[in-house]
């Protein structure tokens, strides 16, 4: 039967029927229509069907949260909450479709639930019991709402131009994407092209918000199915048909697709022009929190066993300020650590920040990984240090380094640096062996707990509650749903354990066994490899050895296929998307239908980990498993071929990143890239090693808008040009411009950086890469402009604007008005300046360059007077460098709100604000460029004589003292004020 469109759908864990049936029959007895499975289902139901149809027909969907949905990583409730939080992606965002409720004392902050959930308000019913006000509530969300409540269209409230803030939920109606010539309004569901609707189905429009939602990715078929249909049962034909009218919504061509690709055999990609429009991000307050690369990664799957260990080590987080979690290979350090540090992550309001440590050669590029995600860039380690040092004060914050092991003694010295640099600060971190540095605490990680040695004299309960039997029964569920701890194979279960040392690694691989053998069987294959193999690890410790003879048996039990796959999997670097694998395996002959199906085989045997929280999906192999794959791949002969096919995957990921950030998708690009830093030093590293430099040139070459967006730098890129000297290899010409424009943003003194965009823009033009040639030109006449030298930059200028014309490319065009903006404001027409940056000001999908267009069109308003238009555009300035957590371009909004807090009179906060302004300058190391120093000048001067030394030096000693965020947050606050026309705040009027 199908459930009325009015009931409720109860879902839980089996475990849990009493406490729900006691919630079913509060519902009921209140007249409420309730599917409850146990009383719906009956004997020759096509279950999994009739369940789909409940949840796709239901009115509301109650999720039933327990200490029993907690124990178990899968189950069909699981599914069931999956597809509930699918067809809210359909919904209006206000209507109420999920309504969580926990039946015990789990905790709804870090409960293993769908990231949906936490986004919204539990109710407690302890052991099910129902009060009166929760069936009220139930009641009033089935209640029809009027007319004006459910029709009514949500705008935007005004943008940072006229004032005032937007919630959340305001900024997710608001989402929408510009494609080209295509607007995707996700709030009103439409498509329209030039302002013309094109006319949708429903699922088409689904589709395309699916593809949309990871573009330039493989979106797999059954994703699709999944998220747009809600299950699989639907035919080949329906989804075929539906790309289709996508397609031709988008006027694509299907022989040559612009917009939507087909990856025979897997899915679909989307790769047309994208760009999203967040308007009411850059209202959010600036907060000092993780970067996305440095963030605490998802939880997967629950910790078991290991309640002790983490009461102990939380004790010892509390107590000291470093600690060091101690054990070998698979002994499960970082899923502990892991755990703990979101149990504690509430008590660190500054974030939980997350480095693993695995790609590096050397303890230092800990700090520089750690200088990056704070935007400082890269130096030597006494100035990176100090200058890492004051953002870290006073910061209450947990640093996770994971997987010390090869760096540790170098890694301990950086860290008592920056324990005895900072008061707040604590560290957390996993290794094999010690950090060795003063105050250091040390747990080491036992192995999870065995039953008694007798187990025939232990009940059932006894030897299930052993934390190694827990953890291999539920891994052994995963795979094998169907399997039960019994008395009959309690104790060979038991065995199991005993034999495995309780080593959780060695658990998960002994558990994947179990979707075609008995534990019986297990444990005789298990006595026979490791009697056939003991000998091959001799003088390891036990514990290990017998980790690394049940990674052998894994991989020889492993298909030839699957087996070569597993060995050049070793080569990525902190992991790899399906479409990654799919083309490193494209060399070995696979098609990508079959390269999907092996990955899926190695996830299934527990040798390949999927990352949890990311989209699209990213999978790595665990170190002690990576460690294993390459040892394997050194020993075929393969390594050559696997490190040449990787480097050549980098490649196609920086210059399909060029595409995506040029074709409007920079914000998700670089998203993309940051997860991809491990891999991308490592291609470059090998090529150079291989004699291979133009590959490491390509690569930089790929990257050049992303590392002047993020003003950062390629490892190992001047050590390519080096050995690339005198070539004129096409490859050469763009990473000089990379390498070009990363001298410009840091102002260099000498010439090595006309030198680089000179011999940039000669070699484009000899191989007629006519961008290239034009994007060298652009930022050599803006460097000629921050040399003094401004008349002789209108000739590369003129390059740039007739090849942008030659091209159609709007980038471009904005780069030319760029830079003759530069030419005005270096001979102080700002009247002129404004004129040309104006028009081009949303010109091209970079949003860096358009960033800096608004806020120099600030900087000519305020030379020209116009005070109140000066704030409106150095708020626009900063809220758009916020956005993307820029801080350099937030040091030059606050700097303008200084001089115009000089024209109020508002001394000392004018002083705070351009002393904020130079501290993040110095640390960033990205000065004021040359034609900003008259307007600088004026300000210090007029500060000095008003305020005097003293008062002078007091109020600048208060901005250098104040944080980031807190003067950005202030300083839009007072930006508001000041484009609204207000004259002096301090008055309070």
């Not at 992606?89 to 949906?116: C, N, Y």
């Not at 660190?348 to 050397?362: E, R, T």
């Not at 999907?596 to 999927?610: H, P």
Request: aromatic fraction near 6%; include cysteine.
């Amino acid at each position: 039967m199908i459930a009325p469109k009015g009931a409720v759908f109860l879902s839980y864990a089996s475990q849990d029927a009493g406490p729900v049936r006691r919630i079913c029959e509060a519902l009921r007895a209140a007249g409420i229509e309730v599917w409850f499975d146990q009383s719906e289902l009956r004997g020759g139901d096509a279950w999994d069907r009739s369940i789909r149809d409940q949840i796709r027909n239901c009115r509301l969907f109650i999720p039933v949260v327990s200490a029993s949905t907690e124990r178990r990583d899968e189950g069909y409730f699981r599914r069931e909450w999956a597809l509930a939080v699918d067809r809210t992606r359909d919904m209006a965002h206000k209507r109420t479709f999920l309504v969580p409720v926990v039946i015990d004392g789990t905790s709804a902050d870090h409960a293993s639930v769908p990231e949906k959930f936490h986004e919204l308000q539990w109710t407690s019913l302890p052991d099910g019991e129902t009060p009166a006000a929760f069936v009220e509530r139930i009641r009033l969300l089935l209640a029809p709402q009027p007319p004006s409540a459910t029709t009514a269209t949500l705008r935007p409230a005004p943008s940072s131009r006229g004032g005032g803030d937007r919630s959340d939920s305001d900024l997710r109606e608001a989402l929408s994407y510009r494609c080209g010539d295509f607007h995707v309004d996700t709030a009103n569901r439409r498509l329209t092209c030039r302002g013309v609707e094109v006319a949708l189905e429903p699922r088409t429009f689904s589709v395309i918000l699916q593809l949309l939602a990871r573009p330039n990715e493989l979106v797999t078929r059954n994703q699709l199915l999944d998220a747009v249909w809600g299950h699989r049962y639907v035919t080949p034909s329906t989804l075929n048909r539906v790309i289709a009218l996508a397609r031709r919504a988008f006027g694509d061509d299907t022989a040559e697709p612009r917009y939507i690709v087909t990856v025979h055999g897997a899915g679909y990609r989307y790769t047309g022009p994208w760009e999203r429009d967040e308007p009411a991000s850059t209202e959010r307050p600036v907060r000092f929190t993780p970067p996305p690369a440095v963030r605490l990664p998802a939880r997967v799957q629950a910790l078991l066993g290991r309640e002790r260990e983490l009461d102990t080590l939380s004790s010892l987080v509390a107590a000291h300020r470093a600690v060091t979690v101690l054990g070998p290979g698979g002994i499960g350090k970082t899923q502990c650590v892991l755990e703990l540090a979101r149990r504690l992550a509430p008590q660190f309001p500054d974030g939980v920040w997350f480095f693993d440590l695995v790609p590096l050669a050397h303890g230092t590029e800990w700090l520089q990984a750690l200088g990056a995600a704070l935007g400082i860039p890269a130096a030597d380690g006494s100035k990176l240090m100090a200058q890492i040092l004051p953002v870290l004060q006073g910061r209450q914050a947990l640093l996770v380094l994971d997987n010390c092991d090869r760096v540790a003694a170098e890694v301990g010295t950086l860290v008592i640096q920056v324990l005895r640099g900072t008061d707040s600060l604590r560290m957390l971190s996993t290794s094999q062996a010690p950090l060795n540095f003063t105050g250091e605490q040390l747990l080491r990680l036992p192995p999870l707990a065995l039953p008694a040695a007798d187990a025939a004299h232990l009940s059932l309960e006894e030897i299930g509650a052993a934390p190694a039997v827990e953890m291999l029964v539920a891994r052994a569920r995963e795979v094998q749903p169907a399997f039960e701890l019994t008395r009959a194979n309690a104790a060979t279960v038991a065995e199991i354990c005993r034999r495995l040392d309780g080593v959780p690694l060695a658990l998960e691989l002994a558990a994947a066994r179990f979707t075609m053998l008995s534990p019986e069987q297990v444990l005789q294959r298990l006595d026979q490899r490791f009697q056939f193999l003991r000998g091959a690890v001799a003088g390891r410790d036990n514990r290990h050895q017998n980790l690394l003879l049940l990674l052998e048996w894994s991989f020889s039990l492993l298909s030839a296929q699957e087996q070569q796959l597993l060995r050049w999997l070793g080569v990525f670097v902190q992991g790899w998307t399906m479409e990654s694998a799919i083309e490193l395996a494209a060399p070995l002959g696979h098609a990508p239908e079959v390269a999907v199906e092996l990955l899926t085989g190695l996830v299934a045997k527990s040798l390949v980990a999927v990352v949890p929280g990311l989209m699209p999906p990213r999978y790595r192999l665990l170190e002690t498993v990576r460690e294993y794959a390459l040892g394997q791949l050194r020993e075929s002969a393969e390594e050559r071929d696997a490190r040449r096919a990787h480097v050549e995957l980098v490649i196609r990921i920086a210059e399909a990143a060029h595409d995506g950030i040029v074709g409007g998708r920079m914000p998700g690009v670089f998203e993309q890239l940051i997860r991809e830093q491990g891999n991308i030093n490592a291609a470059v590293d090998h090529a150079l090693e291989a004699g291979a430099a133009h590959d490491a040139l390509r690569i930089a070459g790929g990257l050049l808008l992303y590392v002047k967006g993020r003003s950062a730098t390629i490892n190992g890129l001047p050590r390519a040009l080096e050995l690339t000297r005198g070539s004129t290899a096409r490859a050469r010409a763009r990473a000089l411009v990379c390498w070009g424009v990363v001298l410009v943003q840091f102002a260099r003194t000498d010439n090595e950086c006309d030198d680089a965009l000179r011999e940039a823009a000669r070699l484009a033009q000899l191989h007629g890469d006519r961008w290239a040639e034009a994007y060298a030109n652009g930022y050599y006449a803006m460097r000629l402009c921050n040399r003094g030298r401004a008349a002789e930059a209108p000739p590369p200028v003129e390059v740039v604007e007739r090849i942008a014309e030659e091209l159609g490319d709007p980038l471009l065009r904005g780069l030319a008005g760029l830079a003759r903006g530069w030419i005005h404001l270096a001979s102080g027409d700002y009247r002129a300046a404004i004129e040309v940056l104006r028009p081009v000001r949303h010109l091209g999908a970079d949003v860096h360059q358009r960033h800096f267009i608004d806020m120099y069109i600030a900087l000519s308003l305020y030379g020209l007077g116009e005070d109140s238009t000066a704030a409106v555009e150095f708020l626009e300035s900063l809220n758009g460098a916020a956005a993307v957590f820029n801080v350099r371009g937030m040091a030059g909004a606050i700097e303008g709100c200084g001089y115009l807090a000089i024209r109020r009179a508002e001394w000392a906060d004018a002083a705070r604000y351009l002393a904020v302004a130079r501290r993040i300058r110095e640390r960033t190391g990205i000065p004021l460029f040359r034609f900003w120093w008259p307007i600088h000048e004026a300000a210090h001067a007029a500060l000095r004589a008003e305020l005097g030394p003293a008062r002078y030096e007091a109020a600048s000693q208060a901005g250098r003292g104040m944080r980031d965020e807190d003067a950005a947050n202030e300083v839009r606050a007072r930006l508001q004020l000041y484009s609204a026309g207000v004259a002096n705040i301090a008055a309070g009027s």
